[in-house]
């Protein structure tokens, strides 16, 4: 939205709304004054794709139709009558009567979780409209070796995968990532921002225990009480290397080490991506860490 806001005049070939959860309420003020933000960049575009799994980004949908704006619509969550969703792990696109599958994602290893999923109708509508046929954007699907900070498998210790998330600076950030790995070693903290991660409670039973650390440590430790395992680790440093300890030694078939803080990053880092790194460094200087490969 800070990018939006500096290029007023901006007209994309395909303009990309995924979402809209709470966040940057700091600038924008309300959730409708964020939304109108997010909706100035689909409302500008050629062709607007956008996702039907959050009532905002529905409501935009319905708004630009309505004023007869190319768009089209993609969910990961449901069926679309018109659009393109996900399904079993493959993109369906569903055109007036004509239902079929697009896209195979299931061998796509750095595009887990339901939010990737996601990501990848979007990606696959972009580059379409770009003039990329089926076989060509599957190929790319392929290869794609993720992206830096964003649910990042940065390396492999046996049966032990360490991910690094350093983007999820909220909690509903960090919830794709919670969402997408069975047995977690999670490290959390920095920079609280508004509510906490109360509304992670769900994914506690995936989580055999939590290292907290920077400022937002006591406040997470107050919050996760008795349902959880956890400790106040304090550095990312400490984390790393006690989660490390405790997985190896984790029955499971994959355990995954998961740097998802929920948390900005400034208390002890520059940046998100300067928090990643440390995190990958980390990792890295550990014993016994390889490349990942499929588990």
């Known amino acids: 939205s800070y990018q939006i806001d500096l290029a007023p005049g901006i007209r994309p070939g395909v303009g990309i709304l995924l979402n809209l959860t709470p966040d940057h309420l700091d600038r924008h003020g309300t959730m409708d004054n964020y939304a109108a933000v997010k909706e100035r960049l689909v409302a500008a575009s050629d062709l607007a794709v956008i996702g039907m799994d959050d009532n905002y980004s529905a409501a935009i949908a319905s708004f630009l139709e309505a004023?007869?704006?190319?768009?089209?619509?993609?969910?990961?969550?449901?069926?679309?009558?018109?659009?393109?969703?996900?399904?079993?792990?493959?993109?369906?696109?569903?055109?007036?009567?004509?239902?079929?599958?697009?896209?195979?994602?299931?061998?796509?290893?750095?595009?887990?979780?339901?939010?990737?999923?996601?990501?990848?109708?979007?990606?696959?509508?972009?580059?379409?409209?770009?003039?990329?046929?089926?076989?060509?954007?599957?190929?790319?699907?392929?290869?794609?070796?993720?992206?830096?900070?964003?649910?990042?498998?940065?390396?492999?210790?046996?049966?032990?995968?360490?991910?690094?998330?350093?983007?999820?600076?909220?909690?509903?950030?960090?919830?794709?990532?919670?969402?997408?790995?069975?047995r977690i070693y999670w490290i959390a903290g920095g920079l609280a921002k508004e509510g906490g991660i109360g509304s992670l409670s769900r994914f506690f039973p995936r989580i055999a225990k939590a290292y907290l650390i920077g400022e937002a440590a006591p406040a997470f430790a107050a919050e996760i009480g008795g349902r959880l395992a956890f400790e106040i680790s304090g550095t990312l440093e400490a984390a790393v290397r006690h989660a490390h300890e405790d997985a190896r030694s984790d029955p499971a078939d994959e355990a995954v080490v998961l740097l998802s803080p929920a948390c900005a990053s400034f208390d002890q880092f520059k940046n998100f991506e300067k928090r990643g790194d440390a995190f990958r460094d980390s990792v890295l200087a550990l014993e016994g860490i390889g490349p990942v490969r499929a588990a």
């Open 67 to 182: 004023k007869g704006r190319k768009l089209i619509r993609i969910s990961n969550s449901g069926k679309l009558d018109d659009g393109v969703f996900v399904q079993d792990g493959r993109l369906v696109e569903a055109r007036k009567r004509s239902v079929s599958t697009v896209i195979d994602l299931r061998n796509a290893g750095s595009l887990r979780g339901d939010h990737n999923a996601q990501n990848a109708a979007a990606a696959y509508l972009a580059c379409r409209a770009m003039g990329l046929d089926d076989r060509q954007i599957q190929a790319g699907f392929d290869s794609f070796p993720g992206l830096a900070h964003r649910m990042e498998q940065v390396g492999r210790a046996g049966k032990v995968l360490y991910v690094n998330d350093s983007k999820a600076t909220n909690a509903d950030a960090a919830a794709m990532a919670l969402s997408s790995f069975a």
